[in-house]
């Protein structure tokens, strides 16, 4: 049995929290039980929990779940971290210029860690290709591994996520599935970008496939990027932290979509 079967870990990416157990030895039937996701998200106030597996084919395998127990739905923070917790735990990637290949929730995904100070990874996450994006009368909407509706907004900061997020993360367009929502402020070079996250029910204080939709948005939408070749877009979460995505579109849809930040290992628990 893995010396760390028995034990959980608290990662935060970018302040997106995260309990995280290693499943490859382990019985963790227990953790996938909708109450006990809850009991444990409650408890150490995480965004999510997730197990890391060993399905063939692939250094690992990411399940990610919400606080409400719902799952089937990519974090690109929570990946961040689970490569993260791999390279903690003393794997090794198969690639020889040392890709992770990985699969999560919506498919596959490549990772490389480009530094490491301590418990904390800087992580270059390759999101899925997103397929199109639809402008409506509530903002831009489109699905970068979960689904996300994107609005630009003058001041992130005057903001009540209660009055502005919560009816449009229910609005019947987006229905029966529902949407994240992510509101975005352009200043300067750099994107404000607050979410409330469905099966948080609230706002979160980063959220990795929101901020990779923000960026798409703000390109659809014409805010130039910080960088091109390829387009890249430096975006601020709630905490402060500083994320980069940068993608290359093609037809109506965007490819090589990568998401960087940090990851790091806050405590054992």
Partial sequence: MSKSANTLFYFSGAGNDFVVCDGRAADV?????????????????????????????????????????????????????????????????????????????????????????????????????????????????????????????????????????????????????????????QEGGLLKVRTFEKGVEGETLACGTGITASAIAAWTRGIAPASENPLQYRLQCRRGDTLQVEFSPEGDGFRSVFLTGPAELVKTI
């Fill in 29 to 185: 039937s227990a953790l996938r039980e909708v109450t006990e996701i809850q009991r444990l998200c409650a408890e150490f106030s995480t965004d999510g929990l997730m197990i890391l597996g060993k399905p063939e084919g692939y250094d690992f395998g990411m399940e990610f779940y919400n606080p409400d127990g719902s799952g089937g739905m990519m974090c690109g923070n929570g990946g961040r971290c689970i490569v993260a917790f791999a390279s903690y735990l003393g794997l090794r990637p198969a690639s020889a210029d040392g890709t992770w290949h990985f699969l999560a929730p919506d498919g596959e995904h490549s990772a490389r860690i480009l530094s490491q100070d301590g418990n904390t990874w800087t992580v270059r996450l390759k999101m899925i290709d997103v397929h199109g994006i639809s402008e409506t009368d509530k903002g831009y909407f489109l699905n970068t591994g979960t689904r996300h509706l994107v609005r630009f907004v003058p001041d992130v900061e005057a903001l009540d996520m209660e009055r502005d997020a919560k009816p449009l993360r229910w609005d019947p367009l987006f229905q029966p599935e529902g949407t994240n929502v992510n509101f975005v402020q």
